[in-house]
């Protein structure tokens, strides 16, 4: 916990009024959304005003102390737990200004505490479109989103976070503000700061601004959802839609168990007996939707597509889309512990890795769900269990252990979106090298010599 004498510190840059520093209000910031130990951190410092960063920064390494930026705490990877009972947690929540939306030249300026869902919306009343759309978007931070490099349901056509910051200004271990970046479409300007920070997990520095891209929208869409009998056939389709040369704005899929949990959940008539479901939405010029979607329609019937339902208008098309954006609350409330994880394949071998997701459950006798983004080969195998079964659990991490082995057997990667933090560290040498490890730490303590941003997120700090 904080002394009295670091904490009046803190009270004197940001106010008393935001420095939190009971057990209550500490133990609020001790976990995120990753099944993973929490750690009650030393105190909460919430600044209100970007320019009391560079204060609070240079506070925590006169004195040593670890830092973990947090917005609104939907990580799935442990990335803002604190690492230290002395940790400071910086909140940007109160970091939610839009600065700016510009009509003329297509870029908005926010602060890292925005939250995404209400902007995009902003945006959208506007006239333009922000693509990004991770599933917790309507909580989630822009901060958080370009930390994480987020993806969602439209990364397939649109690309993820990172295809969309055109600058940051963030705030360097001295306490120094570091501008990066342009609102110009093209900049050559030094070194390409700022998409190395996309990603980056607030291990270099902390987001204090962040200038997005925006593109017009599309002028017409069109969804259906297509049912199989089993997820082989519809990962088949999801190759031949692409062999097609057509690529959706969307394109998810939603295998037999979390079919089940989600109409469980919202009871909106979802065929219990299928053993697989592609949701898929094409966007663009309205004579393009209608030529994308005949195609679409005529592959998922050759691939054996048991029915496809077109929406016929824009009620029936949220119908169609429910099903997905339901489908981790659906699978949460459906037992005590819900353990989402993140693994991408090559588009080819997503029938292999659901074949092997299907053995990995049968072998470790543990349940799981699968959805994701299959457009990307990006899925979300949904562990369900009770972690205080602690026969249960050593079950689940063995079976956690065998799906990132086969992951990166089918030449996949640990994470399309959710990021490396503390949860996924033990495997990143497995897919890179002891080499990549080793240079990214020395990339690192450039940026931070005493290793307190962050530090035992994705490589550490130290080691």
Known sequence: MLSDSLAKEFEAIVGKENVFTSEADRQNYAYDS????????????????????????????????????RGAGTNLSGGTIPDTTDTIVILTTALNRILEINTEDLYAIVEPGVITAPMAAKIASMGLFYPPDPGSMSVST???????????????????TKDYVMGMEVYANTGDLVRCGSRCVKCATGYAISPLMVGSEGTLAVTSQVTLK????????????????????A?????????????????????????????????????RDAGAMLLVEVDGHPAQVEDDAAVVEKVLKECGSTEVVVAKDAEQKKNIWEAR??????????????????????????????????????????????????????????????KRDKQEWARVELAVDDLFNLGLELKGTLSGEHGIGLAKKQWLEQETSRGSIMFSRRLRNAFDPKGLFNPEKIVGARG
């Open 34 to 69: 990753c099944v993973w130990a929490p750690c009650i951190p030393g105190g909460v410092v919430r600044p209100t005003r970007t320019e009391q960063l560079g204060p609070i920064i240079e506070l925590c390494y006169k004195e040593g102390l670890p830092m973990t930026v």
């Open 142 to 160: 822009i901060g958080g989103n370009v930390a994480e490099n987020s993806g969602g349901l439209r990364g397939l056509k649109y690309g993820t």
């Open 214 to 233: 925006l593109v017009p929208p599309p002028k017409a869409s069109k969804a259906m959802m297509a049912l199989f009998t089993d997820m082989q056939s």
């Open 235 to 271: 990962s088949k389709a999801v190759a031949a839609i692409i062999s097609a040369h057509v690529v959706p704005c969307t394109l998810e899929f939603l295998d037999h168990a979390t079919i089940n949990y989600v109409e469980d959940y919202v009871k909106i008539g979802l065929p």
């Open 325 to 386: 954006r339901v489908a981790i609350p659906a699978l949460a409330r459906a037992k005590p512990t819900f353990m989402m994880e993140d693994v991408t394949v090559p588009r080819s071998k997503i029938p292999a890795m659901i074949a092997g997701l299907e053995k990995i459950a049968k072998d470790r006798n543990v349940t799981i769900a699968t959805f994701g983004h299959a457009g990307d080969g990006n899925l979300h195998p949904g562990i369900l269990c009770d």
